[in-house]
């Protein structure tokens, strides 16, 4: 029999709807439920696509011995951290604090208060290297919840106040300026792997926030070591495993410092980020390489992340079935020189081989390789590989596919949205713009409701129940904003301020000027979560400052501006510190010292050719953070289009930063020159 997840919209929640552990969403019923019966509470958080989440659901929540134990002693919790990115964070700062470490899936032991006083990551099913068996640790948990129930109430107690005594320096509410900038990048440069690309070891991680801070520091200072990190790592990238090199597209990590294993699962966000990063690389240098990863990504994305109503899923799994029932991790991506040949024939196989890294003993289990390009002395022809890839594609296909989470995430949605408006714009594919508006109407449509406030998540059209959070209002912003400047539609710059300003009025430390995660008038939990560092994806809080920058710089609004310079002083506290964990905030902090510049075309109408022609032209432009506005004079559209008149009756771009304007253009080169200074 279902338990109570099998109404839930998320897609973690409905694989673990048949356990026969009795499971509760996250409600306020689940806690009350916990204090009638007066025990504590299990609170398990993972995602769809974690692969030791599933690990530890096979193990021990489909066994019914360990599901009855659960059931009698506890209350059992069940949370997506997709879906409750705050939930998640509150806990996961208790897990960190206490263990030094933590991860998904996530195990704590909270009492009927929500207050935590015992944690954990995956537990085995039986003793296993220093690790007690999750019915161990069940065991000890109960039996202090019975015998020692006033220490466990004080451990508990105690972390709760830790935890609220943990404060974040912000800094001196001011922008970074061109030393705290330098010092990030020196910081950077000793962290960089210049063999391999990227930073740091195994797991490597894709740097996509830092690279965008690279990029623009080198348009801004000219410091070509910032470029060629950029570009060493992009390449390396592309190069290894890590990057799908037949259906495009990237895995979550690398498990080894060459890129050359990756952990399988494709996230949306990943994706939506190197998009961006390889088009403003291509912008930057026109790199062939850029080029082609930029539109492979974007395809990927719209092929296999595409939901019917428009959005994007979150993810692809990392397992899948090797084809005899059990399900293993990579079985989708890799492959053996025995399958070369079944697919290729004898001589094409030994090519493919060859150029794709696969040998006999394997890069990854089991004889299996990863395909990757390793550097090579010959030539190949492009014709042939391009007939191999197709085909080696078309025989992938018919392989059982890894599962994929159809949730749609606000945020990461609108990540993607700025990614294919602005790939779809470079490379001339107003196919990829298309789908950003579709992505863009469909959060306009099932996301926001009369007062502009998010949802965070839908499924198959059907918002879900959980209230976006910061990330949700910049990033989708962010994606906004990109629309506005690639369609020449005003009304994506409105939603953009409608966003914006809750986040000034509902996520905003007045006194501070700090950034919560969430809104003042959210559900209350133990802490109110509170973190500006970058991980996956940019935090809300230098998603905001970028956001806020972008549209200050569209309208002239003061308190946007105001608000996005007061963020940005906790990057002036971190960048110098940590600058791997705080990228989005340092390009943030690029755009700002820059200008950012903006940048208005007139034309008598978007179809004229002098008016597309500037328009490209300024998209180009590779000023940090610039922001374009394109429509006929005197429209409506955009502030930026106020009083600014044709020149001699032909389109005309206009240029101004810091309060001071250049004289009007009608000529592409002038315009490129100044755009690229």
Same mark, same amino acid.
């Not at 944690?119 to 290297?129: D, S």
């Not at 953009?496 to 007045?510: C, I, K, N, Y």
């Given at each position: 029999?279902?338990?109570? @997840? ?29 204090? &009638? ?40 919790? &069940? ?95 001011q922008t970074p300026g061109e030393q705290e900038l330098a010092q990030a990048l020196l910081a950077l440069t000793r ?12 797991? &490597? ?60 699962? &494709? ?169 950003? @508006? ?146 989005w905030g340092l390009a943030a902090a690029e755009a700002a010292l820059d200008g950012p510049r903006e940048v208005a ?77």
């Amino acid at each position: 029999m279902p338990n109570r @997840l099998a109404h839930e919209t998320s897609p973690y929640l409905l694989q673990h709807a048949d356990n026969p552990v009795d499971w509760w969403p996250w409600s306020a019923e689940a806690f009350e439920e916990a204090r &009638k019966r007066n025990v504590p509470v299990l609170l398990s958080i993972g995602y769809s696509s974690c692969h030791w989440c599933h690990v530890m659901a096979h193990e021990s929540f489909e066994d019914q011995q360990t599901a009855e134990y659960l059931n009698a002693h506890y209350v059992s919790v &069940k949370v997506d951290r997709e879906e409750r990115p705050d939930v998640d964070a509150v806990y996961m700062e208790a897990v960190q604090a206490a263990t030094g470490h933590g991860g998904w899936p996530m195990t704590v032991f909270l009492t009927p208060d929500a207050e935590p006083f015992y944690f954990g990551t995956y537990f085995p099913p039986a003793p296993r290297q220093g690790m007690p068996s999750f019915r161990q640790v069940l065991q000890g948990v109960q039996q202090a919840w019975e015998d020692r129930r006033d220490e466990v109430t004080e451990v508990a107690g105690k972390i709760v106040r830790d935890l609220a005594g943990r404060e974040i320096s912000y800094g001196d509410a001011q922008t970074p300026g061109e030393q705290e900038l330098a010092q990030a990048l020196l910081a950077l440069t000793r962290e960089y792997d210049p063999q391999r690309g990227g930073f740091g070891g195994a797991p &490597k991680f894709p740097p996509s926030m830092v690279l965008e801070f690279l990029l623009r520091h080198h348009v801004r200072t000219g410091a070509e070591g910032a470029l060629q990190m950029a570009q060493d790592t992009c390449e390396r990238m592309a190069r290894g495993g890590i990057y799908d090199q037949l259906g495009g597209g990237f895995a979550r990590y690398s498990v080894d410092r060459d890129w050359i294993v990756p952990h399988f699962e &494709k996230m949306l966000y990943d994706n939506a980020l190197l998009c961006r990063v390889y088009a403003h690389l291509w912008r930057a240098t026109g790199s062939e390489l850029a080029r082609r990863v930029a539109l492979e990504t974007a395809d990927f994305l719209v092929r296999e992340l595409r939901t019917a109503e428009g959005g994007f899923a979150s993810a692809l799994d990392a397992d899948s079935d090797d084809g005899t029932g059990k399900h293993v991790e990579g079985a989708y991506y890799v492959w053996t020189p025995e399958q070369l040949r079944e697919v290729l024939g004898e001589q094409d196989a030994e090519l493919a081989a060859q150029y794709f890294g696969v040998t006999e003993e394997g890069t990854f289990e089991h004889g299996q390789s990863v395909l990757q390009l390793p550097q090579q002395d010959g030539l190949f022809d492009a014709g042939e590989i391009a007939s191999i890839r197709e085909r080696l594609l078309a025989a992938r296909v018919e392989r059982p596919a890894p599962g994929r989470d159809d949730k749609v995430v606000a945020a990461w949605n609108g990540l993607a949205i700025a990614a294919l408006a602005e790939t779809g714009a470079y490379f001339d594919r107003p196919d990829l713009v298309e789908a950003a @508006l579709a992505a863009a109407d469909l959060l306009v449509r099932l996301h926001l409701d009369e007062q502009a406030r998010l949802t965070r998540t839908s499924k198959d059209g059907h918002a879900g129940a959980n209230a976006g959070v910061l990330e949700d209002y910049a990033d989708v912003a962010e994606g906004f904003l990109a629309l506005a400047s690639v369609t020449g539609e005003g009304v994506w710059l409105e939603f953009a301020g409608f966003l914006l300003d809750h986040v000034l009025a509902r996520f905003t430390d007045e006194e501070s000027g700090a950034l919560f995660d969430t809104a003042a008038d959210a559900e209350r939990l133990i802490r109110r979560p509170q973190d500006p560092t970058d991980n996956a994806a940019p935090s809300g809080w230098t998603a905001a400052a970028n956001a806020l920058l972008s549209y200050a710089a569209h309208t002239g609004s003061g308190p946007h501006r105001t608000a996005a310079e007061r963020a940005l002083g906790v990057v002036k506290a971190l960048g110098p510190r940590v600058p791997r964990f705080i990228g989005w905030g340092l390009a943030a902090a690029e755009a700002a010292l820059d200008g950012p510049r903006e940048v208005a075309i007139v034309g008598p109408s978007l179809d004229h050719e002098g008016t597309r022609t500037l328009h490209r032209t300024a998209l180009l432009g590779t000023a940090p953070g610039a922001v374009v506005a394109v429509g006929a004079p005197e429209s409506d559209e955009f502030p930026l289009l106020a009083d600014r008149p044709l020149v001699g009756g032909e389109p005309a771009a206009y240029v101004c930063r810091n309060f001071t304007c250049d004289a009007p253009t009608t000529e592409v080169g002038r315009l490129r020159a100044v755009l690229n200074d």
